[in-house]
């Protein structure tokens, strides 16, 4: 698998050395390995691991299909795997004060819990409800001690899937010719700015990829990435096309404001 790991970022190695091994061992053993929650790159490098690796297959699922984040479960090839098997919970949160809560609070809420990210799927809010997907391991802990959230006082309860309720939101998608996979390129693209402001809003650390702040414009970006501009809005690289006869490349990007 070494000519697999070149295709990936340094950072990115052990994750895919981790993969590997677990597929290996689900070929080995037949018996299937369900990852933590994992966001849209790590969901892209899994699937390009998993199909290099004979016998074995992954499929991915987060509470619902356009989920952004999804636990993966790898599986001999053979097998045919149901929601039920990802083991997630559906909480809804109550309150009676009036006030807003935001994906925000919810997520430093439950991180100040000492609960970690990779447990916590889509935290999805709404007019009418407030409602997150969790591991089931972790659903009691969260009842029992997710009692406050910002300044309200919060009730959790477990709820039936059929009680889901998706935020009216959609990626909108943007096609593009673009030069390189350079992120001041892809961040230009992105916004529709010259490639020297979107150099700026790099440097000055107002770009995230994958949630981390990244600051080097000369850095590559890969497909299934998600790039964050901090008053701009969140795109997802969404695959490479094709190259144009002029040696560029042909690009669709997801957008959510």
């Excluded at 590997?20 to 933590?36: D, S, Y």
């Excluded at 998993?50 to 991915?60: C, K, N, R």
């Excluded at 309720?165 to 996979?181: K, N």
């Excluded at 790099?202 to 949630?211: E, Q």
């Amino acid at each position: 698998m070494e000519h697999l790991k070149q295709h990936f970022r340094t950072e990115e190695r052990p994750f895919v050395e981790r993969i590997t091994e677990w597929a290996e061992l689900v070929g080995v053993r037949h018996q299937p390995r369900l990852t933590p929650f994992l966001n849209p790159r790590e969901q892209f490098i899994i699937r390009s691991v998993v199909g290099h690796i004979p016998d074995v297959s992954v499929t991915l699922w987060g509470g619902y299909d356009q989920a952004e984040r999804k636990r993966a479960l790898i599986i001999p090839a053979y097998w045919d795997a149901g929601h039920k098997e990802f083991q997630l919970s559906l909480l809804a949160i109550e309150h009676s004060q009036a006030g807003e809560i935001t994906h925000r609070d919810v997520l430093g809420s439950l991180l100040g819990l000492g609960i970690k990210r990779e447990v916590v799927g889509d935290i999805l809010i709404t007019p009418e409800t407030k409602q997150v997907i969790v591991v089931k391991e972790m659903e009691e802990y969260i009842r029992l001690y997710l009692t406050q959230i910002g300044r309200q006082r919060v009730k959790i309860e477990r709820v039936e899937w059929s009680a889901l309720s998706v935020p009216d939101e959609t990626w909108d998608q943007l096609t593009a010719v673009v030069s390189s996979l350079r992120l001041d390129v892809i961040v230009a693209e992105c916004i529709r700015l010259s490639r020297a402001k979107a150099m700026q809003l790099i440097k000055s650390g107002r770009v995230k990829v994958n949630w981390k702040t990244e600051d080097h414009p000369a850095e590559t970006v890969s497909e299934g990435d998600t790039i964050s501009i901090k008053g701009f809005g969140r795109f997802l690289f969404k695959e490479i096309d094709r190259k144009t006869r002029k040696d560029k490349f042909r690009i669709y990007l997801g957008f959510k404001k």
